[in-house]
């Protein structure tokens, strides 16, 4: 009996130690966080921008922006999806290189490189509020 009340002691407390760990990992941050993310947010999507228009990553100086003016017609909601071109299921940034390869004419980026991430937050940024659609033709 005695075992008893003291494993059911011992669960009460683990489960507190979860609830309580989750009540303060749920509020870690403050306004001012949120405010300082959305600026460095902002800021990567305006060097996205700006690449969008130049033609610094091409070499026969076409800009993304002269076919997809306002990341139109990119459709990042879509991704991943199965591409013709590539014969296999791509994310959006495959499919920014195969644009960076094909029209501009250049060099693909590394996934992680932190132009390629600004264009990729400039274009979700041009789509926000538009509903998930994976594989969407
Ligand atoms: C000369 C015109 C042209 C230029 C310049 C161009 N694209 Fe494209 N892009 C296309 C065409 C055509 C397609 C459609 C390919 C397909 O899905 O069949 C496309 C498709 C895309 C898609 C996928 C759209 C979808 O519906 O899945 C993305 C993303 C994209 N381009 C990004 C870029 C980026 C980034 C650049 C600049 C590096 C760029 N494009 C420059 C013509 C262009």
Same mark, same amino acid.
């Given at each position: 009996?005695? &075992?008893?009340?003291?494993?059911?002691?011992? %669960?009460?407390?683990?489960?507190?130690?979860?609830?309580?760990?989750?009540?303060? /990992?749920? #509020?870690?941050? /403050?306004?001012?966080?949120?405010?300082?993310? #959305?600026?460095?947010?902002?800021?990567?999507?305006?060097?996205?921008?700006?690449?969008?228009?130049?033609?610094?990553?091409? /070499?026969?100086?076409?800009?993304?922006?002269?076919? $997809?003016? &306002? !990341?139109?017609?990119? $459709?990042?909601?879509?991704?991943?999806?199965?591409?013709?071109?590539?014969?296999?299921?791509?994310?959006?940034?495959?499919?920014?290189?195969?644009?960076?390869?094909?029209?501009?004419?250049?060099?693909?980026? !590394?996934? #992680?490189?932190?132009?390629?991430?600004?264009?990729?937050?400039?274009? !979700? $940024?041009?789509?926000?509020?538009?509903? %998930?659609?994976? &594989?969407?033709?």
């Amino acid at each position: 009996m005695r &075992n008893r009340s003291l494993i059911a002691a011992a %669960l009460v407390l683990v489960v507190a130690a979860f609830v309580g760990h989750g009540l303060l /990992t749920a #509020d870690e941050f /403050t306004k001012a966080d949120v405010e300082r993310w #959305d600026k460095e947010y902002m800021a990567v999507v305006a060097k996205g921008r700006a690449l969008w228009t130049s033609p610094e990553l091409g /070499t026969n100086g076409v800009a993304c922006a002269q076919c $997809h003016p &306002n !990341a139109a017609n990119t $459709h990042p909601e879509t991704y991943p999806k199965f591409q013709q071109q590539l014969g296999r299921v791509i994310t959006l940034g495959e499919m920014i290189n195969w644009c960076i390869q094909q029209p501009l004419e250049g060099k693909p980026l !590394a996934l #992680d490189d932190p132009r390629m991430i600004a264009m990729q937050a400039y274009v !979700a $940024h041009e789509r926000r509020g538009v509903a %998930l659609a994976p &594989n969407k033709h």
